[in-house]
Every structure is written in C-alpha cells, then in structure tokens.
C-alpha cells in the first residue's frame, strides 16, 4: 500500500493527529487576540462587536473558505504547503519561484515568532494568581524542553497531543458558551455591519486589522501539515475545531460588554474562566500553546526539505524518525528556531509586545500563496472570471491585513521581517549558485572514451586501483559524462578498475517515488544506474546500489567476482570504491562582482552543509573524495613576452665588429 493512500480515509486517529499537529496555531489565538483588539482604549461595543465580527469573517473568508476549501485542493500526493504549491506549476511559468521563495522564507520567519507568544500568553495568566512571578525563564524551560523532544518525531507528538487538544477545544467552547447564555445578544456580532462600522466610522478602526489578523496566523501552518493527516481528516475536524473558536471569542465579548467604558485590566480570556479553575485552565492552555508551537516547527521540516529538493537550501540532514508517512526531522533548523525563539523571548519579555511584531512576516506568506493559488487554478478550471474573482478578492483582504500590519514594523515587525529577509537571502543564493554552477558544467559524450576506458581496464602494467570503481555523476542524457570524471579517471592518476560504475540521482516532484534503471555502455566493463526517488525518501545511495548489484548479479546480467585469478578460484566479490568529486571556487576565476560575491557566500554555507558523500549516504563505504575546480570565468591573463638569453659568442661578434 502507498504511503499516501491510508491518509485520504476519515479516522478517529486521523481526527486526533490532525487536532494536535494542525490546529495548535489557530487554536491558541483566543489567548491573545481580544486582548490585542480592545488595547489601551476604553471598552466599547463598537470595538467588542466590530472585532468580533472581523475575526468571524476573517476566520470564514481566509481558514475556511481559501485554506480548509481551496488551497488544501492543491496538494502534490498528498504533501501541502508553499513549495508544494509551486512544485504543481513550476513548469508553466519560471517567475513563479518569487512569491514561492517569499512566501517560504516568511513562514519560516514566523515560525521562530509563534511559539514565544503562544507560551508567554498562556504561562502570563499565573500573574492573576501570583503577581510578581517572573515568567520569561518558565517560558524558556518550556520551550527548550519543546525543542528537545522533535526528534522523536511527530507520529508520538502527535498521538499525546491530540487528546490534549480535544480538551483545550472543548474547554474552550463550553467556557464560551456559558457566557453566551448569560448575555446572547452577543451573537448579533456575527453580523457583517459591524465588522463594515469598526473599519470605516471608529477612528483609527482600519489598524486593528492588524490585531484581527492574529486570528488567522495558523491557516498557512495548516496547509504545511497537510502530509501528516491528509485532506478529509482535516476538513472534518476543522468545522468543529471553528465553533469551539467563535464560541470562545463571543464568550468574551460577552465578559468585556459587562466592563464596557472601563480600560482592560486583565486578558478576557482568562476573565470568562471561573475561579475555581482559573489554575486548571492556565494548564490546559499553556499544555495547548506548546502543541501550537509544534504545529509551526513540523510544518518548517516540511518547507526545508521540500526547498531543498527544489535547490533553494543547502543540503542538510535529514532525519525519519519513524516509518509513518510524512515524518521528519531537520536537526539544524531545529536548533535554528530554537535560537530565534529565545532571542525573542529575551528581546520583547511580555506577550503583548510580541502581539506587535508578530503576523507582519505572515501576511506576505499568505499573498504570495494567493499569487500562486490563482495561478493553479487558472490551470485547472481555465475561468479567467472566477480565477480573477479569487484574486481580486483575497489580493483586497490580505493587502489590507498587509497595509494594517505595517503600523507593527516600529514595534518589532522588523524582527520578523528582518528573520525573512536572512532566510531569502539563503535562499536566493543556493538557486543563483546552481544556475551559475551548472551553466558551466562541461559535458563530453562518453562514447569517445569507452575504447581508452576498456583498454586502461585491461592494462596491466598500471597497478589496479579498485575492482569497481562508482562515480555519481550530474548528466542526465546517459550519453554524457562530466568531462572533471573523464579528467579524474585518466589524468590525476590513472583508476585501473575491472567495472566502471556511473550513479545519477534525479529527484523527483513525487514524494515516494523509489524507480531505478540500467543501462550496459559497454558490456561488462562500463555500466550507468539511474535511481529516481521521491524527495521524501532518504538517499542511501551506499544501500540502494548494493540492492540493485545483488539484483542484476542474480540475473546473471553482471559478474563481480574478482578477476585476479587468485581471488577468482575461491568466488571472491571484488571492492567497491566510490569517488565523489567536489567542487570549489577556483582562484582562476575573474568573475563580475555579484557573480563572485553570491559564489563565495555559496562556498561559505556549503562549508557548514552536509557534504557530497554524506547527502548520499556513501559515508559508510569505501570512499575517495577529489576536490575540483570550479573555473567559472577564467582569469584573463596580460600578453608574456619571452626575453631570450644573450650568450657570450654573440657578445664577442658584436665588439670585433
């Protein structure tokens, strides 16, 4: 059975996953978005009912109608998020690569803002029962401790998180409800009058659009996760996960109608929690703000190792940490993220600073997955009217939002934007340094060399270097060859082998795909494997070509008995030994200042990278690493004159003359 296959089936299980991995995000926003809305100013009902109005329509317009709806439509066999998104249309126009490139670096931007408000909001609700406690060094503990447990990958996450948050849901729906019964006039707020009210007749009523954004910060983060659960689990868990949500904001605008004309002394969400479980709460919700937390860092695996399959990040390490379908682990970003938040928590302290530089970075995640939704759905329904009705309409929204978030950059909207700016200019790199790379990659045919190939092989007064000699090489026409492997092969010193081995490694825009093929160029003496993997599987090439050997050794399609006669008589196998052949940037090279400074830096990161042979999985075999080269644009060299010796005899003649 395909790995995909068993997530597009509605389970229970499937229903608790998604409640824990997806939800967390969205799920903890009554922590701060109320509280966010209403700010320094006196209570009012314009305010209550026009924010609660925004966020029910925002939450009906942007989760359900254009992510849970639409977007989730877009996934690429089952995986979702941005860089899926982009994989689907890549092939129809190249400057797609923009919002994609945009769009991830925000989100990952985000991910290091997320999980310090969700945590400081929940663990600042002790202040009602202790004052003075000091929360920043609880906040960090826990979100350590978060970090800590990634690597155990999420399917355990997952299965302890979810009954968790069916209770933080639940809680928060029934505390909701509780206050709606007691003042139900409060559901007239649903109504789009308000919302129209706020924006155009409050003064300065079009800012707290900023605030009303908070709401929906998590939709992107749903879109991600969407390998992990599939779509119908999703769908269906979302319709109950929104009215635990509206329940819990009509709740506490129904708390904050009963304070109107008086300034907010404490978070209304905790205000609509009776006292007697105010501590049992605060537990549920700080329990519930890690889950949130663990919704963003999943979906940040999922973006690095599709930005990688798409050459937009180094190649780092990747972790499966279990068999399920969609699990990953990043241990660099992990401890990336971990950075960030720390610094977070340690620059703003307080959760309502964090409100102003938090959903800046999100806003243009969002544009730039409306940019590329259009597109995929012009591709798919070919309706320029209903294509142009999405745009025009979420372009209008999210600009908005954008327009409203842009009064957080003084307050610490910087930080977020100054993160993605980092992160894109990674980004920017990494694609710039391949096309530069593979522009200049010299191929040769491979046909003119096996005649020099068969006789180095059968050579006998060069000592022998290896029986089997494994190159992986970057030519997709099996025709080709780099012209550094030919170089490698008979110039540095000359590799004698019985077999020569060609691997090429194409990755392809499926998730698992695990596809080989092989080809004789020359019978028994020059042989090309090509795998074709899914950028989901792990590239253990050292295991794979050991497989596919025993395979064709079985068809009797290949002989790898040692030739020396000696070892021959007992059927000994003969060693393999791969070479991988790295690249660096050549002195040699007068290249234009831009072109040189993306190289170096692209040489820089590299250092830090996962090298060549590790990437493959080959570092557990016998292994010659050469470093090559890279000449881009060879130096141009001033115009030598040769100045010939004067001898003697010639001095003798000219004096006698």
């Not at 608790?16 to 320094?40: E, H, Q, R």
């Not at 006196?42 to 989760?63: D, N, R």
């Not at 270097?465 to 110039?491: C, D, G, N, R």
């Not at 050469?626 to 003649?653: C, G, M």
Request: proline content about 5%.
């Amino acid at each position: 059975m395909h790995p995909h296959s068993k997530s597009n089936a509605v389970t229970t299980a499937g229903l608790l996953i998604s409640l824990g991995i997806i939800y967390g995000d969205i799920g903890t926003s009554p922590l701060y978005v109320m509280k966010a809305i209403i700010g320094d100013a006196p209570i009012s009902a314009v305010v209550v009912y026009g924010g609660i109005s925004c966020v029910f329509w925002t939450l009906t317009l942007q989760t359900t109608l254009k992510y849970v709806l639409l977007t989730l439509q877009a996934d690429n066999k089952g995986e979702g998020g941005i860089f899926s998104l982009y994989t689907l249309i890549r092939r129809k126009a190249t400057w797609l690569i923009v919002p994609a490139m945009i769009g991830g670096a925000a989100l990952l931007a985000d991910g290091i803002i997320t999980p310090p408000i969700s945590v400081s909001s929940a663990i600042e609700g002790l202040r009602i029962l202790y004052p003075d406690l000091p929360t920043v060094p609880i906040v960090l503990a826990i979100l350590t401790a978060l970090f800590m447990m990634q690597s155990f990958g999420t399917e355990i996450v997952g299965k302890a998180f979810g009954p968790i948050m069916l209770l933080w849901f639940t809680m928060l729906g029934a505390l909701g409800a509780v206050s709606v019964i007691d003042h139900p006039e409060i559901l007239q707020a649903l109504h789009p009058y308000y919302a129209y009210n706020l924006l155009a007749n409050y003064p300065n009523g079009f800012w707290l659009l900023g605030a009303v954004f908070l709401c929906t910060t998590g939709a992107e983060a749903l879109y991600s996760d969407l390998g992990h659960c599939g779509r119908p689990n999703i769908r269906l868990s979302w319709f109950f996960v929104k009215t635990a949500l509206l329940l819990n904001y009509l709740g506490q605008g129904a708390w904050l109608m009963t304070r109107e004309g008086s300034p907010l002394q404490e978070n209304p969400f905790y205000g609509i929690i009776p006292g007697w479980f105010l501590l049992g709460g605060i537990a549920i919700a700080t329990i519930a703000a890690i889950i949130a937390s663990q919704a963003l860092v999943t979906g940040s695996f999922t973006l690095i190792s599709e930005a990688i399959r798409l050459n937009l990040w180094p190649k780092v390490k990747l972790v499966y940490p279990t068999n399920l379908k969609g699990q990953l682990y990043v241990p660099s970003i992990n401890w990336l993220l971990w950075l960030g938040c720390v610094g977070v928590v340690l620059y703003f302290r307080e959760s309502e600073h964090m409100e102003a530089a938090y959903g800046l970075a999100i806003t243009m995640a969002m544009l730039s997955t409306t940019i590329l939704m259009s597109y995929y759905l012009y591709t798919k329904c070919k309706s320029t009217v209903l294509v142009s009705l999405f745009l025009a309409v979420y372009l209008a929204i999210e600009i908005a939002f954008l327009i409203a978030n842009l009064s957080k950059f003084p307050h610490g909207g910087w930080v977020s934007l100054l993160l993605g700016g980092l992160l894109l200019t990674v980004m920017y790199i990494w694609i710039k340094a391949y096309y530069i790379k593979r522009s200049f990659t010299e191929y040769v045919s491979l046909k003119d060399y096996l005649p020099a190939l068969k006789e180095l092989s059968a050579d006998e007064t060069i000592p022998k270097y290896t029986t089997h000699l494994v190159f992986m090489t970057s030519a997709a026409s099996p025709k080709e060859i780099e012209s550094k492997v030919i170089y490698s092969i008979f110039q540095k010193r000359p590799k004698r082998a019985d077999i020569y081995w060609f691997i090429h490694v194409e990755t392809t825009d499926e998730p698992y795909t695990t596809e080989y093929q092989v080809r004789q160029i020359a019978e028994g003496d020059v042989i090309r494997i090509d795998f074709k993997l899914g950028f989901r599987v792990e590239q253990r090439i050292n295991l794979f070509f050991r497989k596919v050997v025993e395979e064709l050794v079985e068809n009797g399609e290949v002989d790898i008995t040692s030739r020396y006669p000696s070892l021959n008589k007992q059927h000994l196998i003969g060693d393999f030994r791969f070479v991988v052949l790295e690249k660096f940037l050549s002195y040699e090279n007068d290249l234009p200042l831009l072109k040189r400074l993306i190289m170096e830096w692209y040489f820089r990161i590299k250092k830090i990278s996962s090298s060549e042979s590790k990437w493959f999985g080959l570092d557990t075999s016998s292994i010659k690493i050469e470093k090559v080269p890279l000449v881009i644009k060879p130096a141009v060299l001033p115009q030598l004159k040769r100045i010939r010796p004067v001898r003697k005899q010639d001095v003798r003649t000219r004096s006698v003359s």
